[in-house]
């Protein structure tokens, strides 16, 4: 077996090879002509090759003979409900909801919007959109009208399948009406909503633009995969960028495939057969990668959970899917666990189960602090691997490759660099940082395959967000380090986008809501450390001059208004009140040297500030908020 230095070097030297070898794990209808061409700042794998996303997650496995292998295990613990199909049986649903969208007018490269919550419909939706070749977004289900608007406005899908509710612990959240009031408040309009009607709230209809779902697809036939190119896109997913606008990753069908199947194999050495729970949430990227496509690619047994780590209904709830399911490999994000730690920190519900079937466990997301990571070794007693990546990459940059070669675990450190990311650090001047230095972690290109293709829509976004800092490099917007042995450490973003429970939100987009208060003159959310969820937003709010406010009724107003235009998934919960914000002489607001003080890290007053005596003001108002949590350290002289 070659070693891992070996495996990457050669990805960086040669990448074409390595990714044409790669490649040959794929079904393609016809080989591409070209492994990598770049256009305009626009790198394209396998061009000319053509191929079906849907049959390589389906149909090819039902030939070789896994027909009658349950490819799915739906688990919902908040309605009662559990669920399996067979790779014929998920064919089969997949095929007629294909046949739907075919017979309302979709044709390939036509968008389709997805607003579902953690049922079997999300993961047939998205299938039956790569079968015929629509292009699917999948938009988080706790998503408010405000945001869902703006992805519909910006993807102009021409049908939306939807649910008539999700279910948060033991609350229903009615999404018709979200979706009605998105649709209404957005300029492009799709002729047809598909609704999934369930038990637990019926949606109510238009007659002329909602179909019931299930009537629909009990007569409808099957339709067989469309061939597409390698280089045509599969799906468009919005991540949070510094405005408040979001951003649509534009995922190919091709070079998502290779790197998909090449990850299962090399990272998580997962083989086909294996039972593999990535307990996210379809709306994200590790959803659409390792909850859908990459295990059922590989032939995996995938599972949909429908609830949380704790209160549906006890701290036990992970440790009882992985018996019940015999799981083999499991991946969460480091809230999951902290969630579990702060209830059951001696992990007794974790002795009721049998996790004997269990072969490893993957976190990410987030970064993984030391505690959280020995703690889960401690309690599971196999190896536990962090790694590192981004919806724009939807695998890792870097981890620790259980299926080419076990590295020693650093704490703190997603491990090293996978192959054909040629991760550097450079500072601000484009230099690259000795050892242990910290600098901007950036990559070398050409990006590896599955990597994002594009801004969708927006070409000079693309270029300004990524490309355009370190020409000849991809920003990855996080600072870190590379240390001697060269593991990688990823410190935090560069930008105002913070990492609320491995969901990335942008402050500015909070910034934005809360601007709407017809009460504040202006505001600023940081992110603070948080023991649960790593990262929690904190607003500080300046008034009109000359208000008289009950404070508490407008921290609450604050806190709803946020709610209602990003969702209760912005976490936005403590807001300050203050006369002034810290400005740089240029008009900046110094949200670093804010956050540092409410974290309890040493700090400076910065050169720049216009006016220093406005610092004593931002620590008193933390301090009546109990910040910062840790032992205050006071301003470095």
Not at 305 to 324: D, I, L, M, S
Not at 459 to 487: A, V
Not at 575 to 581: E, P, Q, S, T
Not at 597 to 603: F, L, T
Request: aromatic share 8%; charged share 25%.
């Amino acid at each position: 077996m070659p070693t891992y230095q070996e495996v990457y070097q050669q990805s960086i030297e040669n990448p074409e090879a390595f990714w044409a070898e790669a490649a040959k794990k794929v079904h393609w209808y016809h080989e591409w002509d070209k492994v990598l061409d770049v256009v305009n700042d626009h790198y394209r794998w396998f061009v000319g090759g053509c191929m079906n996303t849907c049959y390589n997650a389906l149909d090819l496995h039902i030939e070789n003979g896994r027909g009658d292998q349950v490819a799915l295990h739906y688990d919902s613990p908040v309605t009662d409900t559990k669920k399996s199909y067979t790779y014929k049986e998920l064919r089969k649903r997949v095929a007629k909801t294909a046949g739907i969208l075919v017979n309302k007018g979709v044709v390939k490269g036509d968008r389709v919007l997805i607003y579902m919550p953690m049922i079997p419909e999300a993961v047939i939706a998205m299938l039956a959109c790569a079968r015929i070749g629509a292009i699917h977004s999948v938009v988080f289900g706790g998503f408010a009208a405000h945001e869902l608007a703006a992805r519909i406005e910006d993807a102009k899908p021409r049908v939306i399948m939807s649910a008539s509710c999700g279910i948060e612990i033991s609350r229903v959240v009615k999404y018709k009406p979200i979706l009605d009031e998105a649709i209404k408040s957005s300029s492009h309009k799709p002729t047809t909503c598909l609704i999934w009607q369930r038990p637990q709230e019926r949606a109510n209809m238009l007659p002329w633009r909602d179909v019931d779902w299930e009537s629909e697809e009990e007569k409808t036939d099957p339709v067989e995969c469309v061939p597409v190119d390698a280089t045509d896109p599969l799906y468009i997913l919005y991540t949070s960028g510094t405005t408040g606008k979001p951003k649509g990753v534009i995922r190919s069908n091709g070079g998502h495939s290779v790197a998909m199947k090449w990850s299962m194999d090399n990272i998580y050495n997962a083989t086909p057969g294996d039972v593999f729970w990535a307990a996210s949430d379809v709306g994200w990227v590790v959803g659409h990668s390792y909850i859908v496509y990459a295990t059922l690619m590989n032939g995996c047994t995938t599972i949909l959970y429908e609830g949380k780590p704790v209160k549906t209904p006890n701290p036990g709830a992970f440790w009882r899917v992985v018996q019940e399911y015999k799981v083999n490999i499991l991946f969460s994000a480091p809230t999951a666990f902290r969630a579990i730690k702060k209830e059951d920190s001696k992990g007794e519900w974790l002795k009721k189960y049998d996790i004997s079937s269990l072969r490893a466990v993957f976190v990410a997301g987030e970064r993984c602090d030391s505690d959280t990571l020995k703690w889960i070794e401690k309690l599971v007693k196999k190896p536990v691997i962090d790694h590192w990546w981004q919806t724009e990459t939807s695998w890792a940059i870097a981890a620790n490759p259980l299926g080419l070669e076990q590295m020693p675990v650093k704490p703190g450190s997603p491990t090293k660099p996978m192959p054909g990311f040629n991760l550097k650090v450079l500072d601000e001047e484009g230099k690259e940082c000795k050892a242990g230095k910290l600098g901007n972690l950036v990559i070398k290109l050409p990006l590896p395959p599955a990597c994002l293709m594009g801004i969708w829509g927006d070409d000079t976004r693309y270029k300004n967000s990524y490309l355009n800092h370190y020409p000849g490099y991809y920003l990855t917007g996080d600072s870190g380090y590379i240390d001697k042995d060269g593991y990688v450490f990823v410190m935090g973003r560069m930008d105002g986008v913070i990492n609320v429970a491995g969901h990335r939100l942008s402050t500015g987009g909070m910034e934005e809501a809360i601007a709407k208060h017809p009460d504040i003159a202006e505001c600023a959310v940081i992110g603070v450390n948080d023991e649960l969820k790593g990262e929690i937003p904190l607003a500080f709010v300046v008034l009109k001059d000359g208000l008289e406010r009950d404070i508490q009724s407008l921290c609450e107003g604050v806190v709803q208004l946020v709610r209602e235009e990003i969702g209760a998934v912005a976490s936005l919960h403590i807001v300050a009140v203050v006369k002034r914000l810290p400005k740089t002489r240029s008009g900046k607001i110094l949200r670093g040297t804010m956050r540092d003080i409410a974290d309890g890290n040493e700090w400076k007053m910065p050169s720049t500030i216009e006016d220093s005596s406005v610092m004593p003001e931002i620590e008193a108002a933390l301090q009546n908020l109990g910040y910062p949590k840790s032992k205050n350290i006071k301003e470095a002289k």
